[in-house]
Each structure stands twice: as structure tokens, then as C-alpha cells.
């Protein structure tokens, strides 16, 4: 029994005593589980320490150990070494974006891709349909992909930098499908894996739905920082990190060649595994002349790049190039056919075609020209925000002050008519004093519609 009573000891929470049930640990959690949820405990908020908390309820030190480890891989609280544990950021909702319907609202809140250039796709489309083997492209066969798609995408992505085998890429069902595949083959529950402080926020969700931990490393305008992610390392045992090295998503944060060298050492230093999402690489090799290389090409035993076709092409299509070392390959294929059994030939037939044609680069330098576009529109309309990261992003990273409750703000700036997605969306980790909004900019029918989108944005902050 503890000396000191702590009935009327300031704690940032209580859970009721008498509420308890065996197994303890297990009643904590619930407890502390439905507090989150219910709003009781805000996003932040640090949570007494473990010592502290079991002298209150009269229970062992491990108890409350495995108690909060439980909530930590459900991904709703999360521990700094040296500082305590904290309520996670978005730990009681949901942070997906889709493409949910919005009425009388311009979107610039979810990414698309410049739908106006599909109309590019229907020919290869009528191609498609009149080959002779058009029918084998409708069965279970090749759940990997066919050989001569592969071949395809290889030679798609040997402009950004990637060689690699037959035997060493599949054809998956868009950029979002790979990111499963790929935890769901080498991850477990519990696991760790480093990402940027603000990171794409669908990852955020699935990292949530398998329990698997994110742990937030800082950065600055080249990237991630590589003492902040050999740190972490030394403290936490770790298996994997999360970078977008091309464009963050959703800073628009470009790591620099330097950056990713560092980075590479400390990842082959603590043999981490890299999961590079490289979907902006369209916008980025050939085209931004310091760009060098992708990450994988300095570890590509340790990393799966992933080559989304969804922004560069095709939206619709869902269509993904998964390359990954040897040492993944088998993993990999079991999950690729538990999860989708296969990606869809014809689909990827479509995508073939518009590389071998050449429309497919054609597609992809339309939309870098309406990425100029829309970059120099916003531009006009938030001309003292400092360009920082990729000049052609499909969105845009603007620094705001005095918006603190993202919800309210997201829910009050759709009444005016205009809907966007507030930072703490994006959260990693703790909520930082800094507050930004994510603005897309190839989500509207028309450059006239995005500038109605972001005259509105823009009387509403001011």
C-alpha cells in the first residue's frame, strides 16, 4: 500500500478504482481506451507517468506497463523517451481522406490527378480491346503480372534511376494497395516504424489498422534529420521507416542527395527496412536539377519502391510497380495473392500500352504543365508564402496562425464553400505550436474553378 494517498493528487487521469476488473492491465486499457475516445483525454495530452499511476490504483509497476503498451499498439497513445507518454494526435478519429461527395464546395482537400487529361486513356483503351489475346487478360493468370508489363514498367521507371529483374517486381493495385502489401508481409503488430513528423495521412490510418507504432522523426527543408532518426534508433527498437524522399506528402519537402546519404548510413547502420513511396517521381527526375537518385538505388536489399501510375497517368486505373530485394521477395508474393489474389490484367494491359505508345509521357508532361499552372495561380493568391519543397507539387503546404482546432476549422471553411485539410491531419507524433493547411491544387475540373476555390480560402483566412 502506498505511504502518500493520491486521492487529491493533480493527474492528468484518473480511472475510476472501483471499475477495475481482472485482468487488470486489460481494464486500464479499456478504461483508458474509452476515455480517448469519448474526448476526455485531448490529442497531447501527457499521461501520468507509470510508477505514479500504480501507486493511485495500488497495482504493480508492470501492470500499468503492459496496460499502456496495449493502447501504444492500438495507436493511441505513444511515448517519448526521456519525456513520457502522450494521448496521440488523432487517436480518437479517423484521418483517412477519400473522395467522399461534397456539395456546393470546391475540393481542394483530396489530391487527385487532373482528371481532364483521361481523355488521353480511351484510345489505348480501344487498342486494348482489339488484341488478339485480349481474353487472356481477363483470368487468374500472372498474379504478379504478365512478363511483357513488367518489362514495361521497368522501362517506365529506368527513368527515375530504378534497375532491377523480372523477379524482383509485381504489378499491384495502386500506390495505396502496395503500402499494404508491403506491412502487412513484413510487419507485425507492435512493430515500429520511423516517419516524417508529418506524413501521409492514409498511412497514418493503416499503420493504426494493423497496430503497428509510427515514431516521429524532425527534419527540416532537405528532409528527415539523421542524428533525430539514429537517436530514436538507439532508443526504441525499430524495423522499418516511411519516406517519400521526391515530394513529402504533405509538405512538398524534397530530400536533398546529401540528406539521403545520411539517412541511407543510419538506416543500413541499424538495419532498418525502407519503404520509399516515390509517386512524384515523374515531377522530380530529369526535371529538378539536383535531384540524383531514389533511395532504393543506395540500399536495395533493405527497401520496396513503390511506383504509383495513379498521378503520373491514370487515376482510375490502380495501377503500382512493388520492387523489392531478395531477401522480400517471398513474403511479398504470399501477400500480394492473400490480399488481392491478383491485380487486374486488363487494367494493366491499359498502362502498358500507354507506355509502349509514348502516351504515357505525353500524359504525365500535360500534367507538369498544369501543375506549373496551378502552382503559379496559388502563387497570385498567397504570394508571402516562401516556396519551399517541390516546385510542381499537386498541392501545397500554407503556414496559417490562430486555427488550433482543425476540426472546427475544416467544418467551418466547408460552409464557406471551399474544403481543405488542416495539419493536424498529418501528425505522426505530438501536436507541434506550428499550424499549416494542405492545399490541392489537381483536384478541380478547371484552373477558373481552382482560382473561385482559392479566392474563397484566401478572403476567409484574411
Known sequence: MPVNSFDNYPMS????KKALKRPFYESIASLLEQDIIKGFLAPGTKLPPQRELADFLDLNFTTIT??????????????ITGKGTFVSPNAARSITISTDKIKNCIDLGFVASFEQSNGFVSEAMQKVMNKNYFEQLLNYNDPTGIPHQKVAGLNWMKSFGIQAN???????????????????????????????????????????????????????KCGMLPD???????????????????????????????????????IRKHRLILIEDDIHAFLTAGIIPDYQQP????????????CGTSKPICSGLRVAYLVYGDAFREKILQAIFNINVKTSSLDAEIITELI??????????????????????????????RLIGHPLSFYRWLSIKDYNDGVLLEKDLKQHGVRVFHSDRFLSG??????????????????DELKIGLKRLKNYLC
Open 228 to 266: 533525430e532518426l539514429d537517436k530514436q534508433c538507439m532508443q526504441l527498437n525499430i524495423q522499418g521507416i516511411f519516406l517519400m524522399p521526391s515530394c513529402n506528402n504533405p509538405t512538398t519537402i524534397m530530400m536533398s542527395d546529401v540528406r539521403k546519404q545520411e539517412v541511407a548510413a543510419v
Open 356 to 385: 509502349l505508345s509514348g502516351k504515357a509521357h505525353e500524359i504525365a508532361s500535360h500534367k507538369q504543365q498544369l501543375a506549373q499552372d496551378a502552382n503559379d495561380m496559388y502563387a497570385q493568391y498567397f504570394p508571402q508564402q
Open 295 to 306: 533511395m532504393f538505388n543506395l540500399l536495395p536489399e533493405q527497401s520496396i519502391y513503390i
Open 13 to 16: 487521469w484518473k480511472p475510476e
Open 430 to 447: 505530438s501536436t507541434t505550436p506550428n499550424k499549416y493547411l494542405r492545399i490541392a491544387l489537381s483536384s478541380t475540373s478547371s484552373l
Open 166 to 220: 523480372q523477379e524482383n517486381i509485381s504489378i499491384v493495385s495502386g500506390a495505396q494497395n502496395a503500402l499494404a502489401i508491403t506491412l502487412t508481409a513484413l510487419f507485425e503488430p507492435g512493430n515500429r516504424i520511423a516517419t516524417d513528423l508529418y506524413t501521409y495521412s492514409n498511412f497514418i490510418e493503416l499503420a493504426k489498422m494493423l497496430h503497428i507504432q509510427l515514431v516521429p522523426i524532425p527534419g527540416d
Open 66 to 79: 503492459r496496460a499502456y503498451k496495449v493502447c501504444e499498439v492500438k495507436g493511441l497513445i505513444y511515448a
